[in-house]
């Protein structure tokens, strides 16, 4: 389901409407549950209610918390969930829905709202919040006196515009007529730091808004949701490496690598779309150079958080050495004197701080503007170390307890001096046979039709193809009659070609019904896939309005963006609506969860 609510219906219920409610697309579902609010008004003026039953009319809303989430990668949503389960059990009233499943109309009888939502990449929303900022932001949007909000905003402060898109609501619902309960929270990837006051913070407040002395109450959700496995993000399960393959030639500049890993005996399950989370080490030269940079004692002892360790421990398990952050670029630019850092982070410099972060390290930032840090100073600024998330490449129905990934070694040289990815390096040096910690990470809005006659538009260039080679196992599975098409691009058709083998005979044996391919440096002019969507404006325009799901996965600063704006000019052009009405309707299909995006 779209919409996590929390419910006092009995178990034998609860399994009746989640079988219901199976498979239906966004429509279907605001349909359903305007029939059985009519149902439950209907039975509340004929005197027919039972004890048990819960009815919501318009009025419920004085007495009741909304909170609305906006994830890409799911943090929001666990938070908003973790915020419904803390309120029911304090006695409240409280109802948990994705944004885009909120019925706007409602807005302006909502009386207490928390919003978690998630900023992508430079100041991006996540798709399912798009429809809702839209109407937020326009002249439909109601007036909200009588609303008290608050709103907890995730970002990565790797990016300059951290936390762009919750500020920007914050500010938004204030200007409505909105009253801030309290100041706007900035998580950080290290979720719990800013994160975990902020809940409490918002259970207070609610508990004061509703006025509600009630007793715990037993947390039930409407829906199936996978039990809380014994393996997860802080407790991985250590998954033997069974395959680390090279699928680059050798003389491809892009070393992609194949990687397939035992889940035998961790019970984890997860399905084609979702991510495997990856608890990396960092490279035992990044820390010596950073530790001879800053002349400091891998072995000195360190406290922090409760815990004390060395500071080669610290730097190896627990903290960001690879990613630059705004917090620690400035604290070192305080330290450094430098002007020329302190410049960069005037707001009319946001640019040149995103090339700076774009192409620096931590390492780059020391060495270039050097300052003195001490052991305990250096660990409590720098970011804690966060899993990086990899698009499942496999199908278990297909592998069974094993997952595959499809992983780009970041290796490069910078100024003559070898710079890598944290978690990609880790994975590329693990030896067949040694353990990787890792964790499933659901995604549920980029999961295949529940309708196996649904066509499907794949359209992953690069890395950006693992989760399609997961889609069309799987729907192979099944034995789907929809149609699959896959649009793929790299750099180079003999050394870049991922999975080639793979694809050709899916082709052939018709698992795969059309496959397009750009390869931009195999000719003078380069090609990439958004041309080929061109290319097939006509044909991929009668995919969509016939009812097809469209995919699409990889770079989020480009290709994503290209891919959006190429869509709207074949919508225009292929439907006679304005570049306005068609990129309306493809935010439609955004909203029935028909156009799905896993960009990164």
């Known amino acids: 389901m779209t919409v996590a609510t929390l419910s006092p219906l009995p178990e034998d219920k609860q399994a009746l409407a989640s079988r219901l409610v199976e498979g239906l697309d966004i429509p279907a579902l605001h349909w359903l549950s305007g029939y059985f609010a009519g149902v439950a008004v209907q039975r509340l ?31 929001a949503k666990r938070l908003a969930e973790e915020l419904g389960r803390r309120a029911t059990a304090a006695g409240l009233a409280v109802r948990v829905v994705r944004a885009d499943a909120y019925p706007t109309r ?23 919040a798009r429809a809702l900022l839209e109407f937020l932001g326009s002249a439909r949007a109601p007036k909200l006196e ?91 399960f250590a998954a033997p490496l069974l395959l680390n393959q090279r699928i680059t030639s050798r003389d491809s500049d892009r070393d992609v690598r194949h990687l ?36 400091l004692d891998g072995d000195a002892l360190v406290q922090a958080g409760g815990e004390e360790l060395p500071l080669r421990i610290w730097l190896a398990e627990r903290r960001e050495l690879t990613q630059l952050t705004r917090p620690f670029f400035a604290a070192h630019a305080e330290r450094s004197g430098d002007q020329s850092l302190r410049e960069q982070l005037a707001p009319t410099a946001r640019d040149a701080l995103a090339a700076t972060f774009s192409h620096w390290q931590l390492l780059d930032l020391l060495r270039r503007h050097p300052a003195a840090w001490q052991a305990d100073e250096l660990v409590a600024a720098l970011r804690p170390l966060a899993p990086r998330l990899y698009s499942i490449a496999s199908s278990q129905s297909v592998v069974g307890e094993e997952v595959h990934l499809t992983v780009s070694h970041v290796d490069y040289l910078l100024n003559g001096e070898a710079r890598w990815g944290a978690a990609s390096r880790y994975l590329a040096q693990r030896a067949e046979g040694e353990s990787v910690p890792v964790f499933i990470e659901a995604n549920e809005r980029f999961h295949l039709p529940a309708d196996n006659e649904r066509d499907i538009i794949m359209i992953g260039p690069g890395t950006g193809v693992a989760p399609f080679r997961a889609f069309v196992q799987e729907r192979t599975e099944r034995g789907a009659a929809g149609r699959n098409w896959l649009l793929f691009g790299n750099p180079h058709f003999h050394a870049d070609f991922l999975y080639q083998t793979e694809w050709q005979q899916a082709l052939k044996s018709g698992q795969l019904h059309r496959l397009d391919l750009a390869f931009s440096r195999d000719q003078q002019d380069k090609i990439y896939v958004q041309h080929r969507l061109r290319e097939q404006g006509r044909r991929l325009y009668e995919w969509l309005d016939g009812g097809a799901h469209l ?7 480009r290709m994503a963006k290209d891919v959006h704006k190429a869509l709207i000019e074949i919508v225009t052009e292929h439907s006679g609506r304005t570049a306005e009405d068609a990129e309306a309707w493809l935010n439609q299909l955004i909203q029935q969860g028909r156009y799905a995006r896993d960009v990164y």
């Open 45 to 75: 003026g004929s005197g027919r209610q039972t004890p048990g039953e819960a009815v919501a009319p318009a009025a419920e809303a004085l007495a009741r918390l909304t909170v609305l989430y906006g994830s890409q990668t799911g943090n």
């Open 260 to 295: 397939e890993l035992s889940l035998e005996g961790s019970g984890l399950r997860y399905a084609p779309g979702d991510a495997l989370g990856i608890w990396p080490t960092q490279a035992p030269a990044l820390i010596e150079a950073v530790l001879g940079t800053l002349q």
């Open 146 to 236: 009588g609303l008290h909000y608050a709103v907890l905003g995730l970002g990565d402060s790797s990016y300059p515009q951290f936390c762009a898109i919750g500020r920007q609501l914050d500010e938004r619902l204030q200007v409505l007529g909105g009253q801030r309960l309290f100041a706007a929270g900035e998580a950080d990837v290290d979720l719990e730091t800013v994160t975990q006051p902020w809940l409490e913070q918002a259970l207070q407040q609610a508990r004061e808004q509703l006025k509600t002395s009630a007793p715990l109450a037993k947390v039930t959700t409407l829906r199936t949701a996978r039990s809380t496995p014994a393996w997860h993000r802080d407790q991985p």
């Open 551 to 557: 995919y699409v996965c990889g770079d989020a600063s």
């Open 106 to 128: 409602e807005l302006k009888q909502e009386r207490l709202l928390y919003v978690v939502i998630s900023t992508q990449g430079d100041a991006e929303p996540p798709d399912d």
